[in-house]
């Protein structure tokens, strides 16, 4: 389960040196062939620096080039002329989706990047109906589609936090938030897929059709092949959201109620929390948005620099119906033990909602604050050692949150398809864990390193069973031990869908052939 030893040394000679690292491919290696190939988009061999970057900005592999498909066709022909190229060519193909990776995961050195938002918007359709749903591009930004479904009343059930990410890179992961334990994660919430291959065949899969690669390709990790459409399932949009907050500073109370609200039947529509260390008078600093429910009260709470735990929820209603969404929300209300003064709503609209965490990005892009390093650490953890893990971890490993938020809600196992590549712990209830940190400078990236690090070493010694979400690791051990049981089937399956390695060589699972991963020059 330990990060590798090698990755983790890469990581601190990167911040020894100062900077992501980075290595460069002269431009007479590029194959000349890729000029030649019959496209409707083009390569781009000059500028290909944006491909080199993702969201963590810790890793910097530049590719040899960049193609900007202008169709699926484009696409299976840059795959299927790198299949032919044999085993002994080093290139490899990476998609990249919006590049919100944290490890290199979207990069390919020295391989061809596919840049996947080339092939957004013109291929949206929604298809309303008794069984409406949404034919999106694997480059598409879920922020689209809802705007696109919206204007028929319509969304999909299942979400990320953020929706500037890809439909084909939340679908190579998982894609979890606060509808998980109700919905599932959104692999669980995909009819269909039109997928690219490692051989360069464009296949149509569903659980019907081509079951074994569409299950393979959901939690795939870009292994088995590109996905270029998806199509999603979707329901009627709410018009507003009953967004509310409260705090507890007992985390067996909070995570007590949590599970209560995920197993009730009739519940909130979306339950997350997050941690709060040291950080005193929280709730004079409480999103000026929300209103408190008690405004004297609440202008007395300090939290004297306790650990908090936030239990975060929502009512989807419309308008005419708020009499019954507050009915329902003080039903549900009742039965928790929050701080009283702690109550904490706010009325937004459904998309205002969704798209909550655009409006910090644009908040912290204008402090520059945005593009710094993200060494972001995200678990899984059974229920079983849930508190075993926070005794140890917040307060004691952790002493304080301000390098940014740290996430912590359960979610049911139940609404997780097990026939996806998707890994989770055996236990019906478990948690999704994210410390989500930003780091500025080379002092915090080692720091906000070594604590990750220490929050893995204990959960190793401590048997508590943790399975990394956007996993990173670097030696075919750990892959081994991330996969489990399900290592020889996830091989099988690269076998037959990508026999030459070619696909997402930055998640470092498989290695082609002649290929290896630069270390920093
Ligand atoms: P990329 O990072 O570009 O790609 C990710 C991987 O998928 C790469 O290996 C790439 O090669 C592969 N890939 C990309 N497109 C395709 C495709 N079409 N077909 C096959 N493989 C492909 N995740 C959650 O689950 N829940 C969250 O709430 C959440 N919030 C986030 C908030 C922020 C601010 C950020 C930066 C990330 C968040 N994530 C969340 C993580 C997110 O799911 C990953 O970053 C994921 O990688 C998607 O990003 P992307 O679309 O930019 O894909």
Not at 211 to 222: C, I, Q, V
Not at 280 to 307: C, H
Not at 352 to 365: A, N, Q
Request: net charge neutral; hydrophobic share 40%; glycine share 8%.
């Amino acid at each position: 389960m330990r990060p590798s030893h090698l990755h983790y040394l890469k990581l601190l000679l990167l911040v020894a040196l100062g900077g992501v690292t980075t290595t460069h491919v002269p431009l007479q290696d590029v194959p000349s062939s890729l000029k030649a190939l019959p496209l409707d988009g083009h390569f781009s061999f000059q500028d290909v620096s944006a491909a080199a970057r993702d969201f963590g900005n810790l890793s910097s592999f530049p590719p040899v080039a960049v193609l900007h498909p202008g169709s699926v066709a484009d696409i299976a022909t840059t795959v299927r002329h790198v299949f032919l190229m044999g085993e002994h060519s080093t290139l490899t193909v990476a998609a990249r989706g919006h590049g919100h990776s944290l490890y290199g995961q979207s990069q390919a050195a020295g391989g061809i990047v596919i840049s996947m938002e080339s092939l957004q918007s013109n291929r949206m359709r929604v298809h309303p109906g008794a069984s409406p749903y949404v034919d999106a591009s694997g480059g598409e930004l879920w922020i689209n589609v809802l705007h696109e479904t919206l204007k028929y009343g319509l969304a999909p059930k299942s979400w990320t936090d953020y929706l500037h990410l890809t439909v084909g890179g939340t679908l190579s992961n998982a894609g979890v938030s606060g509808q998980t334990f109700r919905h599932g994660p959104q692999i669980s919430n995909v009819n269909e897929l039109e997928i690219v291959t490692g051989r360069g065949d464009i296949i149509t899969c569903s659980p019907e059709q081509n079951s074994d690669l569409f299950h393979a390709a959901l939690g795939g990790l870009g292994q088995f092949g590109i996905i270029t459409r998806a199509r999603i399932p979707l329901e009627p949009a709410p018009e507003m959201v009953r967004w509310i907050r409260v705090l507890y500073s007992d985390f067996t109370s909070f995570t007590a109620d949590q599970e209560m609200l995920i197993s009730a039947e009739k519940t909130f529509d979306y339950i997350e929390g997050f941690v709060i260390i040291n950080r005193t008078g929280i709730l004079n600093n409480w999103r000026s948005s929300f209103n408190p429910q008690d405004p004297v009260q609440a202008s007395q709470f300090e939290s004297d620099g306790k650990v908090l735990f936030c239990l975060e929820m929502t009512k989807n209603f419309n308008p005419n119906d708020a009499d019954i969404m507050e009915q329902e929300v003080n039903t549900l209300l009742s039965k928790l033990t929050y701080i009283p003064p702690s109550l904490f709503h706010t009325d937004v609209t459904y998309i205002e909602f969704l798209d909550r965490v655009h409006s910090s990005e644009m908040k912290l892009r204008a402090k520059g604050m945005w593009e710094v390093p993200h060494p972001w650490l995200n678990i899984i953890i059974p229920r079983s050692r849930i508190h075993k893990f926070a005794r140890e971890v917040f307060g004691k490993i952790l002493k304080d949150s301000n390098n940014g938020p740290i996430l912590l809600y359960p979610v049911n196992k139940s609404r997780w398809d097990n026939r996806t590549s998707a890994i989770i712990p055996d236990e019906e209830v478990f948690y999704l864990v994210a410390f989500l940190s930003s780091a500025l400078g080379p002092h915090n990236i080692k720091h906000t390193l070594d604590l990750n690090n220490k929050i893995i070493e204990f959960s190793d010694k401590a048997g508590i069973g943790v399975k990394q979400y956007l996993p990173n690791y670097t030696r075919e051990q750990e892959w081994q031990s991330h996969f489990g049981a399900r290592w020889d089937t996830f091989q099988q399956r690269k076998k037959a869908y990508d026999p030459l390695t070619i696909l997402a060589p930055g998640q470092r699972i498989f290695q082609k052939a002649s290929a290896s991963l630069p270390l920093p020059s």
